[in-house]
């Protein structure tokens, strides 16, 4: 039996706030030592994901101003997630299917952690693993 979302998770994942700077959202990247932060709108539902490297290439790219830009600009579409409760070979499939290497692990709709493909590496045989790197690596 595989390993669900809630035992390989980080747990206690924290949100940007979608009102929040990306100058804001790059500090706490910097602090907490991660590469994404879960978008949390004042509804304290989830928008989307923001990486370090939206902020590179979306911002700093583009010439914005990361004090100015506020985090939820950078929320594409409806976020991606993966239930608490999922096994390791659904979040494989949702992060080949949507090409990302991060994902909301969400409890009902409050979000409980963060998986990473690290995560699934640890939790997934050897040739599964190959299929994933294979799958995120194409365009």
Not at 27 to 37: E, H
Not at 61 to 68: A, E, F, L, V
Not at 77 to 103: N, P, Q, S, W, Y
Not at 115 to 125: E, F, I, T
């Amino acid at each position: 039996m595989l390993p669900v979302a809630r035992d390989i998770m980080t747990p206690s994942a924290e949100c940007i706030g979608a009102e929040d700077s990306v100058l804001d959202a790059a500090r706490k990247l910097t602090d907490l030592g991660v590469g994404a932060l879960p978008i949390c709108g004042t509804d304290d539902k989830l928008k989307g994901v923001l990486t370090d490297r939206d902020i590179t290439v979306k911002v700093l790219g583009k010439g914005r101003d990361p004090q100015q830009t506020k985090a939820g600009e950078l929320a594409q579409g409806e976020a991606v997630t993966i239930g608490a409760d999922d096994d390791a070979d659904e979040i494989f499939a949702t992060m080949a299917h949507h090409k990302v290497r991060r994902l909301p692990v969400i409890d009902g709709h409050r979000l409980v952690g963060m998986v990473a493909l690290a995560d699934v590496a640890r939790a997934l045989p050897d040739p599964q693993v190959g299929d994933l790197l294979e799958a995120l690596s194409t365009d």
